[in-house]
Nanobody
Framework: QVHLVESGGGLVQAGGSLRLSCAAS??????????MGWYRQAPGKQRELVAT???????IYADSVKGRFTISRDNAKNTVYLQMNSLKPEDTAVYYC?????????WGQGTQVTVSS
């Protein structure tokens, strides 16, 4: 069974930075990883894509985070990172790691990011 562990969330003032990490473990073959990425869900809002990176190193970002967030991965560690700069209060949400493995999604437990104004 695939297991995802997120870390790096916390409380930060507007304009600050955070770096999220998500490590995948379990019975995983790296060549079967299609993509790893981040989604977020704010109170009263739907879960939305933040950023994702595919096995071919293609990246996709939500318009709201372009120019501020950067997604990267360490294939040797089966880990994906999200560097979040110039954070805004509207970035406040629970951030969830998603692993697309054999074209099937797996989700982490989530890590809270709170940005104060």
């Amino acid at each position: 069974q695939v297991h995802l562990v997120e870390s790096g969330g916390g409380l930060v003032q507007a304009g600050g930075s955070l770096r999220l990490s998500c490590a995948a473990s379990g019975s995983i073959f790296s060549f079967r990883i299609n993509a790893m990425g981040w989604y977020r869900q704010a109170p009263g809002k739907q879960r939305e894509l933040v950023a994702t990176v595919t096995s071919g190193d293609n990246t996709i970002y939500a318009d709201s985070v372009k120019g501020r967030f950067t997604i990267s991965r360490d294939n040797a560690k089966n880990t994906v990172y999200l560097q979040m700069n110039s954070l805004k209060p509207e970035d406040t949400a629970v951030y969830y790691c998603r692993l697309l493995y054999n074209n099937y999604p797996h989700w982490g437990q989530g890590t809270q990011v709170t940005v104060s104004s």
